[in-house]
C-alpha cells in the first residue's frame, strides 16, 4: 500500500468474505464482509469512504461495485479470500452455524497506518485478523475509533467459528470510542443478559458509544443516556450483514448527529436493507421516507 494523505470521512478495516449461505435446504454464494456492507451504506450516504482488506486476485471484481462513488480501496492481494459457511437450520436467522472454509491470514500495520480517517471501523471476521497493535495505532490516525466484537469473540475451532471469552477485552477497548456487539456477544463479554446492563459494562471498559443489535432492533448507550429503535422490515430476505450495516449507519450519521438521530437512522437503514438479500442498496430518500412514516412517534 503506498501512501496517501487524504483524509476520509469514514474508513472500514477488514476481510472480504466469500459467503456460501445455506438456509434450511437451500445453498448460495455471495460476497460478504463488514467492509462490503459498511461501504455501501456509507458511499449512498455521499461520505468520502476508505476500504482496507485482504483478497484474493479473483475476487477484485468486487470493489467494481463502488464506481461512481467516492470509494477508494486499498487492497493486500493474498492467496485465497476469506471463505465462510454460513448455515442457517431454522428460520430463527438468528441462530446460525457459521464454518471458516479459508483465511485471507492477518492485517499488518503496515497496510493501515497511512489511512488517515475521521472515524475508522475494525470490522473484523474472527480472531488474529486484526491484531491488537492495529486497533492500538489507530489513534493516531482517526478522530473517532469504533470496533466490531465480532472479530475477537469469535475464533476458529477446528474449522468451525465459535464465541469464546475474549481475555484481553479491557486493554484493547480502552483504545476505542464506539464498540458494537450483537446480544449474544455483548453477554458472553459481560455475562448480563439485560442489554441496557451489558452496554454500561462494555461502555466502562473505555468506549463512549456502545452499540448493540439484535433480531428486533438496536440500542445504544452514548453518554451515559440509552436510545432504541426497532427494526421494521416488511419482510426478512437478508439477514447476513445485519449487524454490519447497522453500525456502518450509526457511525456515519454520527458525523453530523446525535445519538438519538443516528440511532434511529441506523435502525431504519437496516430494516430496508433485511428486506432484500445483500448490502445497502436503497436510497437516502428511502430511508428518510420510512423515518418520517414509521420512526417519526
Known amino acids: 500500500m503506498s501512501e496517501t494523505q487524504e483524509r476520509f470521512e469514514i474508513a472500514f478495516l477488514g476481510h472480504y468474505t466469500k459467503d456460501t449461505i445455506v438456509v434450511i435446504d437451500k ?35 468486487v470493489l467494481e461495485q463502488f464506481g461512481g462513488f467516492d470509494v477508494h480501496t486499498f487492497r493486500q492481494e493474498t492467496s485465497n479470500s476469506t471463505a465462510l459457511k454460513l448455515v442457517y437450520a431454522s428460520s430463527n436467522f438468528d441462530e446460525r452455524v457459521v464454518y471458516l472454509v479459508s483465511f485471507a491470514q492477518p492485517f499488518t500495520v503496515k497496510e493501515v497506518c497511512d489511512v488517515k480517517a475521521r472515524t475508522f471501523h475494525v470490522a473484523s471476521s474472527l480472531r488474529d485478523e486484526v491484531p491488537y497493535e492495529i486497533v492500538k495505532s489507530l489513534r493516531g490516525v482517526a478522530d473517532k475509533v ?80 440509552y ?45 430496508l436493507k433485511l428486506e432484500n438479500e445483500g448490502p445497502f442498496r436503497r436510497t437516502i430518500s428511502d430511508v428518510s421516507e420510512l423515518i418520517k412514516q414509521k420512526y417519526q412517534h
Not at 460478504?32 to 461501504?39: D, E, K, P, R, T
Open 27 to 61: 445453498e448460495k454464494t455471495v460476497d460478504g464482509g463488514a467492509v462490503i456492507y459498511g461501504a455501501n451504506v456509507t458511499a449512498r450516504m455521499g461520505l468520502k469512504t476508505a476500504i482496507i482488506t485482504r483478497m484474493a486476485r479473483q475476487d477484485f471484481r
Open 146 to 225: 469504533s470496533l466490531d466484537v465480532q472479530g475477537f469473540v469469535r475464533v476458529n475451532r477446528n474449522g468451525k467459528l465459535v464465541s469464546d471469552r475474549w481475555e484481553d477485552a479491557s486493554e484493547v477497548l480502552r483504545h476505542v470510542d464506539v464498540v458494537k456487539a450483537d446480544h449474544v456477544e455483548a453477554r458472553i463479554l459481560t455475562g448480563k443478559d439485560d442489554r441496557r446492563d451489558a452496554a454500561e459494562s462494555l461502555s466502562a471498559l473505555g468506549p463512549n458509544e456502545v452499540v448493540i443489535t439484535r433480531n428486533d432492533g438496536v440500542l445504544v448507550r452514548a453518554d451515559g443516556k
Open 227 to 271: 436510545y432504541e429503535a426497532p427494526f421494521i422490515p416488511k419482510e426478512l430476505n437478508g439477514r447476513s450483514g445485519r449487524g454490519d450495516t447497522c453500525i456502518a449507519a450509526y457511525l456515519a450519521k454520527r458525523l453530523t448527529s446525535t445519538p438519538a438521530e443516528a440511532t434511529v437512522w441506523a435502525a431504519a437503514v437496516t430494516s
